[in-house]
Every structure is written in C-alpha cells, then in structure tokens.
C-alpha cells in the first residue's frame, strides 16, 4: 500500500489524524471518544490487491450524532483511494449482531461525500468459520480493472455465502 499523507488527511479532515506506531490512524473526537482507523492487506481481487478496512470505536462507548467523524473517516479513504488504484474490504463486526446498521451507516456517510460519484459499492454476506459476516467492497469507479474486481467479488461471496 502507498503511503498516505497525513498533511492531507488533516486538510480536509475536521479532527486531527495521527499515525501509531503500528500504523494505524487514531483520531479523538469532541465527545472524548477515540477512533482507529486501519488498513490491512488481504489479497489480489481482479487484478488489484485488496485492503480490509476497519473503524475501531477503542472506548467502546456511543455517542451522539456527531457528523466529523463521518467526514474525517471519508478524509482518510478518500486520501487512500488518491495514492492507491486498490479495492478496500468493508466488513462490519458481528458481535452484537448490529452489523447491517453498521453497514447503511457506513455506506450512508460515504454516499453522502461521495459528491463526484468516484466510488462503486457493493455488499454481500458470507460465512466464515461458521459466522454470518458482512463483507462490502469500495472501488474506484474509473479503475481500469472495475468489470473484473466486481465479478471476481460475487464469485467469491458466493463461494462464501454457502453455508457450511
């Protein structure tokens, strides 16, 4: 994955973005509450490799509706998406089975950013060891290799929307 720059992030992003050590991105908000946001190589999709990508509440504690998270969050893609021509994996924790919410409001936040209509998006649920996951793919709509991610993507969420 190509770096990416932080300055940039913080230009457009209303709270300021640092990278751990590990890196990830860590932002706190005005509630006191403190986001992660990572990026993990997974495997080549359609010709281009393919990042899982994860927001991480570490307080573990809710919030009122606070729209710069959504904006910081969409910074921080739209600067991966701006060094990087790859696919990212959204999958949505299932542990306290409120994962399809969590996956409109994602898919909302970016809807709603996503002004030039850059981002193709699509879901699917698949089993993995057992459990029931959501698994949605972000990819640029002008990548050259869009046709083939997308249908390697439902050849595998089919694959793994069988149940065991």
């Keep these: 994955m190509n ?15 640092v990278k751990t050590p590990n890196g990830d991105f860590w932002f706190s908000t005005t509630y006191g509450v403190n986001y992660s946001v990572a990026f993990n190589e997974e495997f080549e999709l359609g010709g281009c490799m393919a990042y899982q990508f994860g927001i991480f509440n570490k307080d573990n504690r809710h919030t009122p509706y606070d729209a710069n998270i959504q904006a910081t969050i969409v910074a921080i893609i739209n600067e991966f998406f701006r060094v990087n021509h790859d696919v990212l994996l959204y999958i949505c924790d299932n542990k306290d089975k409120r994962e ?16 030039d209509d850059k981002y193709c998006f699509d879901t699917s649920s698949a089993f993995v060891e057992g459990q029931e996951i959501i698994v949605s793919i972000i990819v640029e709509r002008d990548n050259p290799q869009l046709h083939g991610i997308l249908k390697e993507f439902k050849v595998v969420s089919n694959v793994l929307g069988d149940k065991p």
């Design 3 to 17: 770096e990416l720059s932080l300055s940039r992030i913080n230009e457009f992003a209303p709270y300021i973005v």
């Design 100 to 115: 399809e919410a969590r996956n409109r409001l994602f898919f909302r936040w970016l809807k709603q950013e996503d002004k």
